[in-house]
Structures are given as C-alpha cells and as structure tokens.
C-alpha cells in the first residue's frame, strides 16, 4: 500500500477505535507478521478494537478500500492461517472478559479474546472446568480456539472444541453482527451454525462471545504418570491394547526422546530420557490394569507423580515442548496428522524411517490416544535441499494418512500449510461435492472475499 493510503487508513482507524488502539510502533508492529511455526506475511495495519460497533466500522472501512482483514487471537496458530500479506489484523485481546459463570444451566459466557489457563482459573473458583486444552492453552484465546476447532491434551476424554460450543456471537464480513446456537442442553432450531464457525479459521465471520459448556471438576481421583519404552511402536501397541481392554484414560501424550532431551536441556529438567514417553492421566482404580498392559508390552519405567506439584511438572513437559523443540533449528514443519488409532505403531515407524531416509530430524510428540500425533520436521531455512526434504517428509506422512483413512489434520487446521493435500483428502474420500459446497458457503458468508482471504477452503 503506498504510503499516503496507509497513512490514510491508520487515520481512518484510529477515529474508529481511538488511536492508542491503532499499533504503529515497528517492533510491536512486527509480531504480527508471524505465526508459531514462522509463517510470515507483512499487515498494513493493526487495530484492537474493544466492541462490536467497532469492528463492524473497521470491515465497513476495509471492504471499501477493498482490503483484506484477518481477526488475531495469540497468534500461536501454526498453519499460516493468522498472518495476512497486505491485511488489516484485528487483535482479539480487549475481548477479555469472562461475563457469566452459570453453575445450574452449566455454561460460561465467555469474549472471544480471553485466554485459556485464565477462563479455567476463573472457573475453578466456582467448581468447573472447560476441558478443551491446546497445550497452548497459556496463551491462546477462546476465539482463535474456536476458529482452529482445536484440540487438545484432555481430548481423549472429553473431545475437542467442537463438543463444547453452545452459542456464538459473530460480526459477519458486512458488518451485521448474528446469533448463532442457543445457551441450552438441546435445541433443534435451523442448520447448525455454530458448527460452522468451529474451524472456520477466520474465514466466515469474527467472534466476539461465547457460550462454552462446562464441567464440574473432577472429584475422583486421578493418578498422574510417566511410562517409558525402548521403542515407538511397543508404546503405540500398549495404546492400542488399552483401547481394546476398554481402559479409558483421562490424558494419553506421547513423546520421543529428542523431545524430551530437548525440553531437560531447554527448561534444565532432568526427566528420563527413553525412546518413548507417555504422559498418562488415569482414574486410580483402573491403574493395575493399565499398568499390566503397560508391562505386557515392555515398559520400562512407570513414575507416578507424588503430589499436585509433581504432577503439574510432568504435564509441562509436554506442554512446554514445542517451544522446546522450535529453539533446535532455524525451520520447523509441524506435523498433525491423525490416523486410525489402530494404525498408531505402523505411523510412529513410519516416521522413523522418513527422518533416517531423508536425511532429516523429526522430533516427534502429540496425542497418541487420539492417533493424533505431531512429528515436528527440523530443517535450515538457509538450506533449499533441507527444505525440500521436509516438504516431502510432510507430503509422505499426509498421503499415508490419506490412504489408511486417516486425516491430513486433526487438530491444527488448514490455512495456507495443509490447503493442497486438504483437496486430495477429499478427493480420496469422496468428498468433491463437499468441497464444492464449502466454497460455495464462503461466498455466501463473504462475497467480497475480505475475510482472510486465499486460504483454507478457498485455496484448496
Ligand atoms: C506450543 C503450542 C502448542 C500447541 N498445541 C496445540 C494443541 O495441543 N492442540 C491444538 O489444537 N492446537 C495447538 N496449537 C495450535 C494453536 O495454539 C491453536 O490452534 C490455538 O487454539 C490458536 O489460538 P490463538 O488464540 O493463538 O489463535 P490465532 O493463532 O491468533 O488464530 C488462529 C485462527 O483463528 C482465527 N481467529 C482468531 N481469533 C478469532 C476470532 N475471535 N474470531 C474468528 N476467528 C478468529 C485467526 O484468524 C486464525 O485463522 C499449539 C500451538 C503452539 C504454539
């Protein structure tokens, strides 16, 4: 945008939402060019709007000067779905109010720009729970949540995102704010919206409210642990049994040992370092039998976790992961495959021999007991050979998923990252009228293509 017009626009703006609100100081200007997994693409401006009436002036000014507009949780989003060449970048962050904790109709009414970790501190006060947990959760917000339909480590229990939403308020791409849902245990009225926006990643509308369900917290008790095994598949195998035996655990995480190597020398941790790890949450009557199919299939450690703290310190290994990892190399690709959990110990292998084949480090962790698993490519952004290993390892671990039924996503979400092998997908499993009716629905929520545009649905 030449200069004057982006003057222009800044001025426009800051009448809008007042200009302490408009961000123009370079460096933080420049944390908005970037997601977590360093997909870039330079704003023309950034505003934070604190109502509704605001952010409807804002896309009334951005579809007149025909640009586009990309609404902005924490930006841990990690696809490339929340950066935007050329686009105006509405930060979510003065949503932040949690408005209502209804303990009889359990529900919380929520803004779109609240995080996480600090809805469920304010829950836990009145006895609930949201159980949706991205292991992001100490930073992302209840809106980029929703927009990514995330998941997460409390998943294999309790669902995603998805099984949480009850009710939305959306300001639409023309500026009209809409309802969609009702905050009630049933209600059969009309095509289900809501579902429509969860994993709408930006795409149809923005979220300003919520009404999230909620949960009392749990009251029997939870035994924490650690088992470890000397290989991948046997840890994928014990899954799989677990499953078969009907042993249902609250969380199932899997790490391998440059994960975990990683976070002892990221965060001076000293946990064991074992070619595989999991992070096992399980109600304490059912420890024995786990523990017994743990053992049939060869593990070699299991450490439970003594009190609260302890218990606390396992999950941030996890948690913190990631972070751990990205620090290991100048370029990641993330991984987020799921397959059908009875494929698990063949996709673990898989992996391995990838990396060995091509050449190349993966660290591998995720949610094994949803099959969901995040092999986390390293590569030197400096290196066209390194990249173009990773681009096929990704392309590999996808179409396998593809062919044994699995998805090239379950979790993470599409933007510009996953949009190409999003369409084979589909076409694989007989999906092309879907596609077509979702580009068809886009155009229907957005027809002048202001909202984040060229991505997800509209790209594939
Ligand atoms: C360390 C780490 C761990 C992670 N672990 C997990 C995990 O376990 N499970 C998982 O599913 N994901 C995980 N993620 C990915 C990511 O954190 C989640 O998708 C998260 O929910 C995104 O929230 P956010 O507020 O950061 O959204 P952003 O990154 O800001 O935005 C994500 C998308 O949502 C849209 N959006 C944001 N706010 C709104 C709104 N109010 N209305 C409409 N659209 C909106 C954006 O336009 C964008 O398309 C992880 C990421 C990191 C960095």
């Not at 991205?134 to 480590?153: L, R």
């Not at 939305?168 to 245990?185: K, S």
């Not at 994928?236 to 042993?247: D, M, S, T, V, Y």
């Not at 290196?383 to 681009?391: L, N």
Request: hydrophobic share 40%.
């Amino acid at each position: 945008l030449p200069m004057t017009a982006r003057k222009g626009l800044s001025e426009e703006l800051s009448l809008i939402v007042g200009s302490g609100h408009v961000v123009t100081a370079t460096t933080a200007f420049d944390e908005y060019r970037k997601d977590m997994a360093d997909y870039e693409a330079a704003p023309v401006a950034v505003v934070r709007p604190g109502t509704e009436g605001e952010i409807a002036r804002i896309l009334k000014v951005a579809a007149r000067r025909r640009i586009p507009v990309v609404p902005r949780g924490a930006g841990t989003s990690l696809t490339g779905a929340v950066v935007l060449e050329g686009g105006i970048v509405i930060d979510m962050q003065r949503f932040n109010r949690t408005l209502k904790v209804d303990p009889v109709n359990w529900y919380v009414q929520v803004e779109a720009g609240v995080v996480l970790d600090d809805l469920n501190e304010g829950l836990r006060e009145h006895g609930f729970f949201f159980p949706p947990d991205p292991a992001s959760s100490f930073i992302c917000t209840v809106g980029g949540a929703i927009a990514e339909g995330s998941g997460g480590m409390r998943c294999v229990r309790y669902g995603t995102m998805r099984d949480w939403v009850l009710a939305l308020r959306v300001v639409l791409p023309n500026g009209r704010v809409a309802t969609f849902g009702e905050p009630l245990a049933k209600n059969r009225v009309g095509y289900d919206l809501v579902h429509l926006m969860i994993g709408s990643e930006g795409t149809l509308g923005i979220v300003t409210e919520a009404h999230l369900k909620i949960l009392p917290l749990p009251t029997v008790p939870i035994v924490r642990m650690l088992v470890t095994f000397d290989d991948w598949p046997s840890a994928g195998r014990a899954i799989q049994e677990l499953r078969r035996r009907q042993i249902t655990a609250n969380l199932m995480e899997f790490m391998d040992l440059e994960t975990v190597k990683a976070v002892n020398a990221a965060f001076q941790t000293t946990f064991e370092e074992a070619e595989s790890t999991l992070l096992v949450d399980l109600e304490e009557v059912i420890v024995p039998s786990a523990e017994e199919v743990f053992r049939a299939h060869g593990a070699r450690t299991f450490t439970r976790a003594s009190d609260e703290e302890e218990a606390e310190r396992f999950y941030s290994v996890r948690s913190h992961a990631y972070l751990a990892i990205k620090g290991l190399a100048t370029g990641v690709q993330v991984e987020d495959v799921t397959v059908p959990i009875d494929r698990l110990a063949e996709y673990l292998g898989l992996v391995k021999e990838i990396g060995g084949r091509l050449g190349l480090r993966i660290p591998t962790l995720g949610h094994a007991g949803d099959g969901n698993v995040h092999p986390t490519i390293l590569f030197d952004r400096a290196d066209p050979a390194g990249r173009a290993a990773a681009t096929a390892a990704t392309q590999e671990l996808c179409r396998y998923a593809i062919r044994v039924g699995g998805t090239v996503t379950g979790e993470h979400g599409v933007g510009v990252q996953k949009a190409g092998l999003m369409r084979e997908q589909m076409e694989a499993h007989g999906a092309t009228e879907s596609l077509r009716l979702m580009k068809g629905i886009k155009r229907l929520f957005d027809p002048k293509g202001v909202m984040n545009p060229r991505k997800y649905v509209e790209l594939a």
